[in-house]
């Protein structure tokens, strides 16, 4: 009897027995047999060795797969674990995940890991990377696999291991000496995990992130396919940390924090004057999309919390209080005070779509550790804006946001933009066929629109699946911005309806948007991305007259006036400081023109213009420099 297996291509290949992925490997070809890291079969990632199942589908994980990445990450975790053994022997390791662009491993040691143990730890890592010791998986007797553990001093592996479900394998991986628990799969032999690896940091960590429990050491690293990725990723690393809005935020002082706010901004008059921007141009987005601005509550009875299901699927991030032994939530977003507002009138069909929009303010009880300048708040402002429309309407309305978006990026700098759809978690209201209809109208509306995307499975809400945008910065990375997301849920639940043609009440489909997303967010990225160089037209003092000489005072009021009554926001400098002086500070504050004006400037009616970036100063009439800065700090819209 023979077992038979299909390729990616459709072709089929036989065998006298069940064959591993490596095996059918080195019938395609030798070469791709020393290429393979693993193995995908029916979609689901094996080990390369192991013996795969007859009639499944195998595709062949070499290092240019997509799923490489995760593989090398999850070995280098195991690598470093193995190595920080060798060196400290009496140090206990409890679990090793992968994350984004790296891993890490968390530790159970008296003493402190420092840099010099980082480096040497780095070190042994490509020393067993050298050493090619086979990776391979074991499974073990529960009982077997406590006791080899708690023989060990390996407290914590016997702790997981005892949590396990009864019906779970209890999987091993044997690499050289070093022995761990893992489920798997890994590289065939450690040489694969290849040179593209750094350790990065330490960090404090508590054991299955309970400050009750035993305080671990983390040890952060980052790897790639090879040394070439490495290094560009550490570039971009420290390109970032130039550009980190934490930093540029003190030096052009646009806004602080503190600890009796944690995760909110105290925002300075000028990161204020960078909000106003944003706010009145998403503004004039609203009024020329058709939305109606309006405002709801900051605090509701938990009431309608419960109804709309936030209360069973997001209590966790929400913040409560009492008054008169009544409790209230802090709303962490605006959708149930939007359909209220929708409720208040009995609508027709003639009457949708009815889009309404708001600056929504939200709070949301993030982690302490989970937050990062402006960029990760519990408190924030959404562009937040909600559709109530008909089923028939949806591909109009998602395909015009999408144009809208589009737009809007563009005006603010980013080009490079791609479209995921996020479909439906574990933990979700409504049932399997609201959401088959929820998803395949997002997918025509994409469709519809022109647009390739990506499907995230298990990402969507838990009221329904939604359109994400994704941008990439001008160093390369991603950042998840709007979002669309088709709701048919949340109206039922909070009895949202609409008559129809034949006079009959119906629910409408309730669309959420947002294009920047989070305000204070936004603008961090912008921060980021323009590395504090802000386009004229966003930049909170696109201007500053600085004057050479105080015999110049007068001419700098003069140039001033004709500057605000064109428009333009303007600042004086009129200290008694060189000239030099005044264009270094200014420089670092990141303003992007410097009038500079001298006796000769105002003989002649003239400006001199020292733009962010440049040594050069360009000599311009008076009329004509007011025209042009008018032009170049209007809202691009």
């Known amino acids: 009897m023979s077992v038979s297996y299909q390729l990616p291509d459709g072709a089929t290949m036989e065998f006298d027995q069940p064959a591993s992925a490596l095996e059918i490997a080195e019938r395609i070809s030798k070469k791709?047999?020393?290429?393979?890291?693993?193995?995908?079969?029916?979609?689901?990632?094996?080990?390369?060795?192991?013996?795969?199942?007859?009639?499944?589908?195998?595709?062949i994980v070499t290092r240019d797969t997509?799923?490489?990445?995760?593989?090398?990450?999850?070995?280098?975790?195991?690598?470093?674990?193995?190595?920080?053994?060798?060196?400290?022997?009496?140090?206990?390791?409890?679990?090793?995940?992968?994350?984004?662009?790296?891993?890490?491993?968390?530790?159970?040691?008296?003493?402190?890991?420092?840099?010099?143990?980082?480096?040497?730890?780095?070190?042994?890592?490509?020393e067993i990377v050298r050493r090619n010791e086979e990776i391979r998986r074991e499974v073990w007797d529960r009982d077997e696999a406590v006791q080899f553990f708690l023989d060990k001093g390996e407290e914590f592996k016997a702790e997981i291991i005892r949590d396990l479900p009864a019906d779970q394998e209890v999987s091993l991986y044997?690499?050289?000496?070093?022995?761990?628990?893992?489920?798997?799969?890994?590289?065939?032999?450690?040489?694969?995990?290849?040179?593209?690896?750094?350790?990065?940091?330490?960090?404090?960590?508590?054991?299955?992130?309970?400050?009750?429990?035993?305080?671990?050491?983390?040890?952060?690293?980052?790897?790639?396919?090879?040394?070439?990725?490495?290094?560009?990723?550490?570039?971009?690393?420290?390109?970032?940390?130039?550009?980190?809005?934490?930093?540029?935020?003190?030096?052009?002082?646009?806004?602080?924090?503190?600890e009796e706010a944690p995760g909110m901004v105290f925002w300075h008059p000028r990161g204020w004057a960078i909000w106003q921007k944003v706010e009145q141009y998403v503004r004039k987005v609203y009024r020329d999309s058709g939305y109606q601005e309006v405002r709801g509550p900051q605090i509701m009875d938990v009431s309608l919390w419960k109804r709309s299901g936030h209360w069973d699927n997001y209590q966790e991030n929400m913040?409560?209080?009492?008054?008169?032994?009544?409790?209230?939530?802090?709303?962490?977003?605006?959708?149930?005070?939007?359909?209220?507002?929708?409720?208040?009138?009995?609508?027709?069909?003639?009457?949708l779509p009815i889009r309404y929009a708001e600056f929504g303010g939200c709070h949301r009880n993030e982690p302490s550790g989970a937050l990062h300048g402006i960029m990760r708040v519990r408190a924030f402002t959404q562009d937040d804006g909600h559709i109530f429309c008909t089923e028939d309407q949806v591909e109009d309305e998602v395909t015009a946001f999408h144009k809208q978006a589009m737009a809007v990026y563009a005006d603010f700098g980013f080009e490079n933009i791609s479209v995921k759809l996020a479909l439906r978690p574990e933990k979700r209201i409504g049932t399997d066929e609201a959401w088959d209809k929820a998803e395949n109208g997002l997918r025509a509306a994409l469709s519809n629109a022109g647009v390739q995307w990506e499907e995230l499975p298990g990402e969507g809400a838990f009221y329904g699946p939604k359109i994400e945008y994704h941008l990439k910065d001008s160093i390369g990375r991603a950042w998840q911005m709007g979002t669309v997301q088709f709701d048919p849920m949340m109206p039922e639940r909070l009895d949202a309806e609409y008559v129809d043609e034949h006079s009959q009440r119906q629910r409408p489909i309730m669309l959420h948007r947002a294009i920047v997303g989070s305000m204070e967010r936004f603008i961090g990225i912008l921060i980021e991305h323009h590395a504090g160089h802000l386009p004229l037209w966003?930049?909170?003092?696109?201007?500053?007259?600085?004057?050479?000489?105080?015999?110049?005072?007068?001419?700098?009021?003069?140039?001033?006036?004709k500057l605000e009554a064109a428009g333009v926001s303007v600042e004086m400098d009129l200290r008694n400081e060189k000239i030099g002086y005044k264009v270094r500070e200014h420089s670092r504050a990141k303003v992007p023109v410097i009038l500079v004006l001298g006796k000769q400037e105002e003989e002649e009616q003239q400006v001199a213009i020292r733009r962010l970036g440049s040594q050069a100063t360009e000599t311009v009439a008076l009329d004509e420099a007011v025209a042009n800065l008018a032009a170049a700090t209007r809202l691009p819209i």
């Open 66 to 126: 997509d799923d490489a990445l995760e593989l090398i990450r999850h070995d280098a975790a195991h690598v470093m674990a193995e190595a920080v053994q060798e060196l400290f022997p009496n140090t206990q390791v409890t679990i090793g995940p992968t994350i984004e662009n790296g891993f890490y491993y968390d530790f159970h040691r008296e003493e402190s890991f420092t840099p010099e143990d980082l480096k040497a730890i780095e070190k042994r890592m490509q």
């Open 538 to 561: 966003l930049a909170p003092v696109p201007v500053v007259i600085a004057t050479i000489t105080n015999a110049a005072d007068d001419y700098a009021e003069t140039v001033k006036a």
């Open 319 to 351: 913040f409560f209080t009492e008054s008169e032994k009544r409790t209230y939530a802090v709303k962490p977003m605006n959708c149930p005070g939007h359909v209220q507002i929708y409720n208040a009138a009995l609508h027709s069909y003639r009457d």
């Open 174 to 258: 044997r690499q050289g000496d070093f022995i761990d628990l893992c489920r798997g799969p890994h590289l065939p032999s450690t040489s694969k995990l290849g040179d593209g690896f750094k350790l990065t940091k330490v960090a404090g960590a508590y054991w299955r992130g309970d400050a009750t429990k035993a305080q671990l050491q983390r040890i952060y690293g980052t790897a790639w396919r090879d040394k070439k990725e490495l290094n560009a990723y550490l570039k971009q690393l420290e390109e970032a940390a130039k550009r980190d809005h934490r930093k540029l935020g003190k030096e052009m002082d646009l806004f602080h924090q503190q």
């Open 32 to 59: 791709l047999a020393k290429q393979a890291l693993a193995a995908k079969a029916n979609g689901n990632l094996i080990d390369v060795y192991l013996p795969i199942e007859a009639g499944a589908t195998v595709e």
